[in-house]
């Protein structure tokens, strides 16, 4: 009977939490509702650059004027978001931890939402205006580079989404590491492989141009190795302190 009282309040518990995280999402959306035009104007602004001149976006859809900006604002209230989504899960998770699991899940979960943003800035600011000028510039004589709104929409927030997913490429890591699935030494054997599986990577979620598979693989490397460095630093602690502990 305690038992199911006690899974009847967590359960409760994560109803709470997941209301007040949706709450976050819908107030941060009804913030931004009013510039649903002017987000999606700044988000295809890398586009709009690189298009040739006298050119334009069109929209093939009767309804894509209206629903394109109002599904960017959407996905970009759930980004913005994000910390109030995590601080709600961390508050859930917390009760359940140890004290060395706090002190590390804490760090994680910010510096999860920290790589995530730069995955998106990195992606808008780098990989954006690359691709799209190697796209628009590899077009045949005659052919008007003409792009759907929201054809154009839905590439951005994939790739969004993979960038930012990749991007925490170090976070995995660490937690692999703690958890004791893997160890940096194993990881830093298998770094050929891994090496090959970023570029694959990044072929299956990126257009099929060079340029973006190669922007996405070479950042996942890079945070591999940096995942791996950190894992390393954990690791000797995690062993110093169980050393010490079993001397005392």
């Known amino acids: 009977m305690a038992a199911a009282q006690s899974l009847i309040e967590h359960l409760i518990e994560l109803r709470s939490r997941l209301v007040k995280a949706l709450i976050s999402v819908l107030l941060v959306f009804l913030c931004l509702v009013y510039f649903a035009n002017d987000l999606y104007h700044w988000l295809a602004t890398p586009l709009l650059e690189a298009m040739p ?45 140890y004290r060395k699991e706090k002190r590390l899940i804490a760090p994680l979960l910010f510096s999860s939402t920290l790589l995530f943003y730069l995955g998106i800035a990195f992606a808008y600011f780098v990989v954006f205006p690359l691709a799209f000028a190697f796209f628009t510039g590899v077009a045949p004589e005659g052919v008007t580079v003409a792009t759907d709104i929201t054809n154009y929409l839905d590439l951005v927030l994939k790739l969004f989404f993979a960038f930012g997913v990749s991007f925490e490429i170090p976070i995995a890591i660490i937690l692999m590491c703690w958890t004791g699935i893997t160890t940096p030494d194993s990881l830093r054997e298998k770094r ?57």
């Open 53 to 97: 001149s006298n050119t334009q976006m069109i929209a093939t859809d009767v309804t894509a004027p209206f629903f394109a900006p109002i599904k960017l604002t959407i996905v970009l209230s759930f980004f913005i978001a994000i910390p109030v989504v995590l601080y709600q899960i961390w508050g859930f998770i917390a009760p359940g931890l």
């Open 192 to 248: 050929p492989y891994v090496i090959v599986a970023v570029f694959v990577v990044g072929m299956l979620l990126t257009p099929p141009d060079v340029i973006s598979q190669t922007l996405l693989a070479i950042p996942m490397w890079l945070l591999f190795e940096v995942g791996v460095f950190i894992g390393g630093i954990y690791g000797r602690r995690h062993e110093d302190t169980d050393q010490e502990h079993a001397e005392e």
